[in-house]
C-alpha cells in the first residue's frame, strides 16, 4: 500500500488516490465474467501505467520506469493513441482497446471530463 505522502502525487493532473481509484473500478470490472471488454482492458493498462506499475506503455510498448510517468510521456503516449485509432487497418477489438487507453490517458491528463 503507498503511503500518505504517495497519494499526493499528481499522475498528470489529477491525485494519485483519484487515479487508484479508478483503476481499481475498472480491474474489479475487468476481472468480473460478462464485464470484461477491450476498452476496460485498455484503460486498465493506461492506468497501471500511469501509475508507473507497468513494465512498459500501453500502445508504444516503451519500456517502463517504475515512476509515474511524466506529462510529456503521458501526452505523447496519448498522441500515440490517436494515431492507431485512425488506422483503417485496426480491428475492432483493437479499436477498442486503443479507445480504453486513450480515454484514461485523456481523463488523466485533463481532457475530458468523464472517468472511463
Known amino acids: ?7 499526493d502525487v499528481l499522475v498528470g493532473i489529477k491525485p494519485r488516490a483519484q487515479v487508484e481509484a ?4 475498472l480491474a474489479h470490472k475487468a476481472a468480473t465474467p460478462g ?5 476496460s482492458l485498455g484503460a486498465v493498462s ?8 507497468a513494465s512498459e ?8 520506469t517504475g515512476r509515474v510517468p511524466s506529462s510529456h510521456l503521458l501526452t505523447a503516449e496519448l498522441d500515440a493513441a490517436v ?3 485512425g488506422d483503417p487497418t485496426q480491428s475492432a477489438e483493437g479499436a477498442a482497446h486503443v479507445r ?6 485523456a481523463w488523466v491528463c485533463g ?3 468523464e472517468q472511463p
Request: proline share 5%.
Open 100 to 105: 480504453g487507453v486513450h480515454d484514461a490517458l
Open 1 to 7: 500500500m503507498d503511503s500518505g505522502r504517495n497519494q
Open 46 to 53: 493506461a492506468y497501471e501505467w500511469a501509475l508507473g506499475r
Open 35 to 39: 464485464l470484461r471488454t477491450p476498452f
Open 57 to 64: 506503455a500501453p500502445v508504444t510498448g516503451a519500456a517502463g
Open 111 to 113: 481532457l475530458i471530463d
Open 83 to 85: 494515431v492507431q485509432l
Open 22 to 25: 479508478a483503476h481499481q473500478r
